[in-house]
């Protein structure tokens, strides 16, 4: 029950995130992305799930009043997508950016995830993730070419920070394609 729920909201947000003319027009939407990304990414070791890719897709909220005490994030809705029988996740969490230049930025995010990976043993296409619900983090490094275009270099993590018996944590590196409306 719990993969077909994941896989629902994992879906649901996808389709979202794909269908840009339909949300150009709603006003509380700041931005849409879509990406790749190499799934357990371990760059000093073997992966320990499956080498297909996810498909990630992400909406950024516009920042509202209440959070401008906190540096304005914007709230962030996203979902990585295994394109194989590795761990799919969705996630909601802040996200804060910083311009070097109009061009430059780098962006943080912090938030939860839940997954529809393993939670009691290891398998030998999934990790032992321990818990259900994680922490779950990014940070990327982008280019903006307009005002509407940007790509990014992300590193996106969840981890459960010791709370379960297991915590490899599960961490993935790609890029993303941003459109700002």
Same mark, same amino acid.
């Given at each position: 029950m719990n993969h077909k729920l994941l896989m629902a909201a994992?879906?649901?947000s996808m389709l979202i995130g794909v269908? /840009?003319?339909?949300?150009? #027009? +709603? !006003? &509380?939407? #700041?931005?849409?992305?879509l990406g790749v990304y190499d799934h357990d990414s *371990?760059?000093?070791?073997?992966?320990?799930?499956?080498?297909? !890719?996810?498909? *990630? $897709?992400q909406i950024l909220l516009k920042s509202p009043d =209440?959070?401008? &005490?906190?540096?304005?994030?914007r709230p962030l809705i996203g979902t990585n997508i295994n394109t194989g029988n590795g761990t799919s996740i969705a996630y909601l969490a802040l996200a804060w950016d910083y311009n070097f230049t109009d061009a430059l930025f780098v962006e943080g995010s912090f938030g939860g995830a839940?997954? *529809? $990976?393993?939670?009691?043993? +290891?398998?030998?296409?999934?990790?032992? /993730?321990? %818990?259900?619900? @994680?922490f779950h983090e990014t940070a990327s490094i982008g280019w903006r070419f307009?005002?509407?275009?940007? /790509? @990014?270099?992300?590193?996106?993590? @969840?981890?459960?920070?010791?709370? %379960?018996?297991? *915590?490899? $944590?599960?961490?993935?590196?790609?890029?993303?394609? $941003?459109?700002? =409306?």
């Open positions: 994992a879906a649901a269908s /840009l003319p339909a949300m150009a #027009d +709603e !006003p &509380w939407i #700041d931005e849409v992305r *371990n760059l000093a070791a073997s992966r320990h799930e499956t080498s297909n !890719p996810d498909i *990630n $897709g =209440f959070l401008s &005490w906190a540096g304005a994030p839940i997954h *529809n $990976g393993e939670t009691e043993h +290891e398998t030998p296409s999934k990790l032992d /993730l321990g %818990c259900r619900v @994680m307009d005002e509407h275009n940007s /790509l @990014m270099l992300t590193a996106d993590h @969840m981890s459960n920070a010791s709370l %379960c018996h297991a *915590n490899p $944590g599960l961490t993935d590196i790609g890029i993303q394609y $941003g459109y700002k =409306f």
